[in-house]
C-alpha cells in the first residue's frame, strides 16, 4: 500500500466517487477526476494507469445497468479513428507531463467550442459523416492515451448526437469500457502499473460502487436542460484546470 498522507487518500475518495457518479449519472462530472487524480498521484503519467481500474470498474457497473439503453450505431464509424488516436497517444506518453497536459487541454476546448457553436446554429440535425467522426474519434483516441482525458471530447460528440439522457449515458459506458479495457496492455507494456498502484485502487473501489448508486438516482431526478448544462459547464471547469502547472 502506498504511504501516502491523509490528505491524499482523501483526493483518491474522491476521485473515485466522482468516476462512479460520471459513469451512471453526471457525464462530464469524472473529468475532474484527472487533475485532482495526478495531485493525488504526483506525476501525470503514473496517474493516468493508477486511474485506469476505477475507470473500468465504474464501467462494468454502468454498462450492466444501462445495457438495454445504449445507441451502438452511434459508435460504429467513431472506432477506428478512435484506434488511430490511441496509437497516437501511445507514441506522446514517451514525452513530458509538462507537454501532453496542455495538448490534451486544448484539444477538450476545441472540442468545446465547437459544440457551443453548433448549439447557436438554427438546424436541428445532428452532424454526420467521416470528418466529424474522424475529428472526434480522434481526438478522443489520444486524449484517453495520455491522461484518461476523453470526458470532454466524448461528452460534446454524444451532445451532437442529440441523445436522450440515458441513451447518452449507456453509449458513453459502452464506448470507455471498450477503450480502456484495451489500455491495459500497453500501460503495462510501458510499466506504469504496479503493485502499490493496484493496492491503492483496491482501497478505493466502495467509493467507486457509491458514486455509481449516487449518479444513478441523479439521472432519474435531472430535468433534460440541467443535465446538458451541467456537462457543458463540467466539461468547461476541466479543460481550465488541464491548462494549471502541477
Known amino acids: 500500500m502506498p504511504d501516502f498522507p491523509l490528505y491524499k487518500w482523501l483526493l483518491g475518495a474522491f476521485c473515485a466517487f466522482s468516476v462512479g457518479v460520471a459513469k451512471t449519472g453526471m457525464p462530464g462530472f469524472g473529468i ?25 470498474c465504474a464501467d462494468a457497473f454502468a454498462v450492466f ?7 451502438a450505431g452511434a459508435l460504429f464509424s467513431l472506432f477506428p479513428w478512435v484506434l488511430i488516436g490511441m496509437a497516437g497517444g501511445a507514441v506522446m ?5 509538462q507537454l501532453i497536459r496542455p ?15 453548433r448549439q447557436r446554429k438554427t438546424t436541428a440535425v445532428p452532424p454526420s459523416g467521416w470528418k466529424h467522426a474522424g475529428f472526434y474519434g480522434t481526438s478522443a483516441g489520444f486524449a484517453t492515451m495520455v491522461a484518461n482525458a476523453a470526458g470532454p471530447v466524448m461528452n460534446m460528440y454524444l451532445l451532437s ?18 477503450v480502456n479495457i484495451s ?10 502499473f504496479s503493485s502499490q498502484s493496484l493496492a491503492f485502487d ?3 473501489i466502495p467509493f467507486v460502487m457509491a458514486g455509481a448508486l449516487m449518479g444513478r438516482k441523479l439521472l432519474t431526478i435531472m430535468p433534460e436542460r440541467v443535465f446538458i448544462n451541467s456537462v457543458v459547464v463540467l466539461a468547461f471547469l476541466a479543460t481550465l484546470l488541464l491548462f494549471l502547472p502541477k
Open 32 to 56: 475532474l477526476s484527472v487533475p485532482v487524480f495526478i495531485l493525488t498521484v504526483g506525476d501525470a503519467r503514473l496517474s493516468a494507469a493508477w486511474l485506469l481500474p476505477l475507470l473500468i
Open 65 to 71: 445497468y444501462y445495457r438495454r439503453h445504449a445507441a
Open 93 to 97: 506518453l514517451r514525452y513530458p507531463d
Open 103 to 117: 495538448v490534451v487541454g486544448a484539444i477538450s476546448l476545441v472540442m468545446l467550442l465547437l459544440f457551443l457553436w
Open 161 to 178: 448526437k442529440q441523445l436522450p439522457r440515458e441513451e447518452f449515458v449507456a453509449t458513453g459506458a459502452w464506448f470507455f469500457f471498450i
Open 183 to 192: 489500455k491495459v496492455p500497453v500501460y503495462a507494456n510501458l510499466g506504469l
Open 202 to 204: 483496491a482501497a478505493l
